[in-house]
């Protein structure tokens, strides 16, 4: 038969356990920092940028930065480990929103990004590590 106090420190164990557990899994659920991103267009065109990300409570600010050309993200939040924001961009003279949405994962984002440009909307994938 187990003693009282052997299942006392038993649960207390457990619970200690769970709080370290709780407390790693949201830790590593971190935006800040920068981050390699990589993404195929849906017509094949390969895309790498750097991304610098601040979460701020709830808020997320940052940069995408391409080919030394840099543009603020817009409407960032930093919510349940997922990013969400914009970027804004012209081409042609038209302007076009890319709306990036992401799971942050220890040192890695996955996610989609939503375009509409000329009528037409695409949705692909992307990813990012996290710059060391």
């Known amino acids: ?10 649960s207390f164990a457990a619970a200690l356990a769970l709080v ?11 935006p800040n920092g920068n981050w390699k991103v990589a993404f195929t267009t849906p017509n094949g065109q390969e895309i790498e ?3 610098t990300l601040k ?18 993200i817009t409407d960032g939040t930093f919510k ?3 990013v969400s924001f914009n970027v804004v961009r012209e081409r042609d003279g038209q302007k076009f ?8 994962e220890a040192d890695s984002i996955k996610g989609k990004i939503e375009v ?6 695409l949705s692909f994938d992307w990813g990012a590590t996290r710059e060391k």
């Open 20 to 30: 370290a557990l709780t407390s790693t899994s949201s830790a590593a659920a971190d």
């Open 80 to 82: 349940n480990d997922e």
């Open 97 to 104: 929103t890319s709306k990036y949405q992401g799971k942050v």
């Open 49 to 51: 940028l750097l991304l």
């Open 116 to 121: 509409e440009f000329g009528g037409d909307s």
């Open 55 to 72: 979460a701020d409570g709830d808020k997320l600010t940052g940069k995408v930065t391409r080919n030394d050309r840099s543009t603020d």
């Open 1 to 10: 038969m187990i003693r009282r106090t052997t299942l006392l420190k038993l």
